[in-house]
């Protein structure tokens, strides 16, 4: 489902582009940090588990980068990646992401990254769309946002 974006209360990518000003970039170092610190928490769980986790490396990186991603965006509208590079993801209404959007959110981004082509498709539509928007955003109506322009 595509959320229609002509009810939006976003702020508008014409005529107010310093919120969206190098989102994309933005986003993808945010991604790379988050990375990091899951790699960092999954190295705890492994040594928490005498190693044994390495027999179900796989699952145990996914509760975990899920966990994380939900918790940071639940409490803040944004992981500790996107807080360092200053940027923060917003709901239709311009509000932040609450508990529930936060699943959401996390959920379609976990079906994006699990399948090559949509994440490959993910990429493309945040560097094409005004918005900077992914296929998660896309379809929960979500963007992210510079944080310095909400204030």
């Known amino acids: 489902m595509y959320f229609d974006q002509t009810h939006s209360q976003l702020p508008d990518p014409v005529r107010q582009r310093e919120f969206y000003d190098s989102v994309a970039l933005k986003r993808g170092l945010a ?3 988050d990375t ?11 040594v ?14 996914l509760v975990i980068s899920f966990g ?32 529930g959007q936060a699943l959401l959110h996390t959920l379609g981004y976990t079906l994006s990254v699990s399948m090559a082509p949509l994440q490959v498709v993910s990429i493309v539509c945040m560097l094409a769309t005004e918005r900077g928007q992914g296929l998660t955003d896309l379809a ?12």
């Open 31 to 33: 991604w790379l940090i």
């Open 140 to 151: 929960l109506g979500t963007a992210a946002l510079n944080r310095r322009a909400l204030d």
């Open 48 to 61: 928490f588990t005498a190693f044994l986790g390495l027999f179900v490396f796989f699952a145990l990186w």
């Open 36 to 46: 990091v610190i899951v790699a960092g928490l999954v190295l705890v769980a492994l």
């Open 68 to 99: 994380y991603r939900v918790a940071t965006i639940a409490s803040g509208s944004a992981t500790w990646g996107m807080r360092l590079m200053a940027i923060e993801l917003r709901d239709w209404r311009g509000q932040r992401l609450g508990a």
